[in-house]
């Protein structure tokens, strides 16, 4: 399994960016799909996660700012981020999780930089 993701970039506090990421390779429509983050100096974090039948699961820290979205028949997590923070500041990782193989994948992660 391949992960691309994009989208992230430079915003300042207030804006807002969507990320992207397409699967390729031996997925599965049961795999579940999300992000995470890490910021410097500190440990990797879930930011969101989505089921195969789009049911969301969410950080408190970005619960009513950041939606994510799938489009199953493009294997494509969105991840929308409105009312971003400068301590939203990271890189932001895309996952899939597949229960075939039960194995975790990830993307190369993309930077998201939020200025005050």
């Known amino acids: 399994v391949q992960l691309q993701a994009s989208g992230g970039g430079l915003v300042q506090a207030g804006g807002s960016l969507r990320l992207s990421c397409a699967a390729s390779g031996r997925t599965s429509s049961i795999d579940r799909m999300g992000w995470y983050r890490q910021a410097p100096g500190k440990q990797r974090e879930l930011v969101a996660v989505i089921t195969s039948g789009s049911l969301p699961n969410y950080a408190d820290s970005v619960k009513g700012r950041f939606t994510i979205s799938r489009d199953n028949a493009k294997k494509t997590v969105f991840l929308q981020m409105n009312s971003l923070k400068p301590e939203d500041t990271a890189v932001y990782y895309c996952?899939?999780?597949?229960?075939?193989?039960?194995?975790?994948?990830w993307g190369q992660g993309t930077l998201v930089t939020v200025s005050s």
């Open positions: 996952n899939l999780y597949s229960p075939l193989f039960r194995t975790d994948y």
